[in-house]
């Protein structure tokens, strides 16, 4: 594992410094992994497979930018994460379009939406209410279990702000992921 994790840094190095047969390597080594991230996101296999494609075509784009200031993981994350909510907020808005304007129901219908995946839209539409800065911090430690110290690097933030966003984002979501009706929901 640990040689597979410095064999990905020395192939974003080297892809960010131009080298083409780097980049094919590290996309084709990268795939599972982004898939994967944009699974937790995304509930439908199709969508979370175009929130992939998105993201390595993003990677491939933005791999110039890379500084190294933070481990080529935690950047990548970061990048899978932001592309599978825009292909959320692209559906939505696709959806919503060709409803004629009807809206999403405000709960997903559990007779045809598994839990898991009804739990992932309420997410998803709760993150989309909160502050970018927020959001980010709490995909980024609830989501995709990156440490505090990575979010700081990640996001150019002291360790204290990051706890205190993740801290704040967590208590806006709350109230907005558990029904009002459900036993340990406090009003307020």
Excluded at 108 to 117: E, F, G, H, N
Excluded at 143 to 162: C, F, N, Q
Excluded at 167 to 176: E, K, S, V
């Amino acid at each position: 594992m640990e040689s597979r994790v410095v064999e990905v840094e020395e192939l974003a190095r080297a892809a960010a410094a131009g080298d083409t047969a780097a980049l094919h390597t590290l996309l084709t080594v990268l795939r599972p992994d982004v898939l994967r991230i944009c699974a937790r996101f995304l509930p439908n296999r199709e969508d979370a497979e175009d929130a992939c494609q998105d993201a390595l075509l993003a990677l491939t784009r933005s791999i110039g930018g890379f500084e190294g200031r933070s481990s080529f993981r935690t950047w990548l994350y970061r990048l899978t994460a932001n592309r599978a909510r825009s292909t959320y907020q692209n559906l939505r808005g696709r959806f919503l379009a060709e409803s004629g304007g009807v809206p999403l129901p405000d709960r997903p219908d559990p007779r045809r939406t598994s839990v898991t995946a009804g739990t992932r839209l309420d997410l998803l539409d709760a993150l989309e209410r909160l502050r970018p800065d927020l959001a980010e911090a709490v995909v980024l430690r609830d989501l995709l279990d990156l440490s505090y110290r990575e979010i700081a690097a990640l996001t150019a933030a002291p360790e204290g702000t990051v706890k205190s966003r993740i801290h704040q984002g967590r208590a806006q979501l709350r109230p907005r992921l558990v029904p009002a009706d459900e036993p340990g929901c406090a009003a307020g």
